[in-house]
């Protein structure tokens, strides 16, 4: 992504709007910043403490992610052998807080297969903030391309474009995705790809009320005087002062994807076991939640805090984007 | 008005027509034979191929699909392979429960969810007010299933003893069966009776069942508070960022000046156009809980619409899968169709554009 707003002319960057309400008037940008939108944008939005908490989260999870096989101290999939018996469903024991340090310390305990809970906590923030990242990277190329296409060319084909996406939310998101991946069948390449069909729309939305907003505006006709057309004048004229909106829209769809990862995996319709993600963690530890809720409590708290940080970062970024809201 | 009430019906039409298309494609596309799965793995080919006559399955797909558009226009939603009942006698068991769990849960989430969006914009800018935010952006981000299961855990097994306990699953304690109210009334049961008689509740009190009605309030509890998570969140959020927009306008400083108590300027001034779009969240809610009823319902084991539904797309069983999300996306198209009307009744300034 570009740091610097395309349009040549003077266009403040503030130029657009989330919804059909016609642009705010020239957003007043202060004279002699070079800073740009994005840098001044970050800096708003991590002036907020609920921003900065979501960055921290984020921060501890993409750490998780990163450092995975050096954190966890066992494998994720490996039962644990304890004395020649696996060591299923131990309560977390931790020296720290009190547990005999004659017993065998595990942080999160262990699940009903004796794998060590915490270790598969940790490797599945890999998969959470994967599967997050690619279901938004596809309904977003998918959904800006025909957002664009249904605002630059606004006659049949964008109404027919704007018509099958009304109809896809129609259905309550989570259903069609379910239905979706049981066509395709069950797998997180497969849940991925329903998560992102479902949020297509809303990306084509936005993009399409941003574009219908911004070609009329002078910079375009000037452009277009210029003998600027088609895809350069869309991809390079409209869509970078587009993005402001959109940005917002990723962030807080990374939220919903993340836990409509975890709600198909629970279902049985996402990862397949043994792999370690948090959704299909809760899901094989259903039966054993009233013995033993350790093994459900930590994933469920994981894509909690997980959801929470994307959450709170994008309402961060939309204060921060959104002129309208300047109090 | 009626110019915009007809424009607006009459875009929906489109919308219908596609959600009819569109549950046919996918119960279609989905995989599995369905012959096998009704007739099991040793069926004969010929058999199948009379199932698969019997069924209509063996004409071309889009002279299913026009049998299929004309059927729905009858309301004919065909028949379950496994059960071997139609669908429409189906969802009339299983939509009331659903509508039930539904209601309950949006009204703890209009029942709390205002008042702490307002409370949060009373106290702007104070600890009261930041707790508040941390409360609605938990929710916003809570899986259901996991709060579902910890809810069981919690009041169903650690509480049980205790007189917060309550039970994890079901309608009804074993063994009460709840009478429907009609015929404690001796009057002919017609639909909608059945109907209201399948939500619990209602038909508690309407038979003057008050076991029945606490019973089945009991087991409403953990499901409806799982449900109304997410939509309290967004209403009091919502509630919140209105009602400071709101605050600051002119007409609340006129109010302030002629020396009203903040309360009432709050409450009676401030808060009436604050709700105008807490109306439209609101409504929309109400749709996307339909969602949220299939993790909700099969957490509770509750035989709702949801479970339903998730059942039969495990089973193939093409005509509940069909009739069900068909029946789930007009209501949701529904919903938003009233949700917008009654905004522009509250709202004249909206039937301009």
Known sequence: MSAEVGAPSAVPAAAHDSGDAPPPDAGAPALGRERGLWRDALR???????????????????????????????????????????????????????????????????????????????????????????????????????????????????????????????????????????????????????????????????????????????????????????????????????????????????????????????????????????????????????????????????????????????????????????? | MTRFLIRRLLASIPVLLGIVVVTFVLARLLPGNPCVAELGEKATQAQCAQFNHREGLDKPIPVQLGKYLNKVAHADLGASFRQRRPVTTLLAERLPVTVELSIAALIIAVLIGIPLGVFAAYRHNTLADASAVVVANVGVSMPIFWLGLMLQYVFAVTLKRSPLGLPPSGRLDPGIIATPFFERWGVHANGVFRFVSRLLILNGILAWKWAIVGNALRHLVLPAVTLSTIPLAIIARMTRSSLLDTLGLDYVRTARAKGLGEFLVVIKHALRNALLPVVTIVGLQLGSLLGGAILTETIFNITGVGQTLYEAIGARDYSVVQGFTLVVAIGFVVLNLLTDIVYTVLDPRVRVT
């Open chain 1, 44 to 327: 708003e939005t991590f002036r907020k403490t609920s921003a900065r908490i979501g960055g921290v989260l984020l921060s501890i999870i993409l750490a998780l992610a990163a450092l995975a096989p050096m954190i966890a101290p066992h494998s994720p999939t490996e039962p644990l052998l304890i004395g020649g018996k696996v060591a299923k469903s131990i309560k977390p024991c931790i020296h720290l807080l009190g547990c005999a340090a004659s017993k065998p310390q595990f942080i999160m305990g262990t699940d009903k297969n004796g794998r060590d809970v915490f270790s598969r906590i940790v490797f599945g923030s890999r998969i959470s903030l994967l599967a997050g990242a690619a279901a938004v990277v596809f309904a977003l190329v998918v959904g800006v391309a025909l957002g664009l296409v249904a605002g630059y060319r606004a006659g049949w084909l964008g109404n027919v474009i704007m018509r099958i996406m009304d109809v896809l939310l129609a259905f309550p998101s989570l259903l069609l995705a379910i239905t979706i991946v049981t066509v395709l069948g069950p797998g997180l390449l497969n849940a991925i790809i329903a998560i992102s069909v479902v949020t297509i729309p809303v990306y084509a939305r936005v993009v399409r009320a941003s574009v219908l907003s911004i070609k009329e505006q002078e910079f375009v006709t000037a452009d277009r005087a210029l003998g600027v057309r088609g895809p350069r004048l869309v991809l390079h004229r409209i869509l970078p002062n587009a993005l402001t909106p959109l940005v917002v829209q990723a962030t807080l769809g990374f939220a919903t994807a993340v836990l409509d990862v975890a709600g198909l995996s629970f279902l049985g319709l996402g990862v397949r076991p043994p792999k370690a993600e948090w959704g299909s963690m809760i899901a094989g530890s259903r039966d054993v939640v009233f013995t033993s809720p350790h093994q459900v409590f930590f994933p469920g708290v994981m894509i909690l805090i997980n959801v929470l940080a994307f959450n709170l970062i994008g309402d961060g970024l939309r204060d921060a984007l959104d002129p309208r809201l300047n109090r």
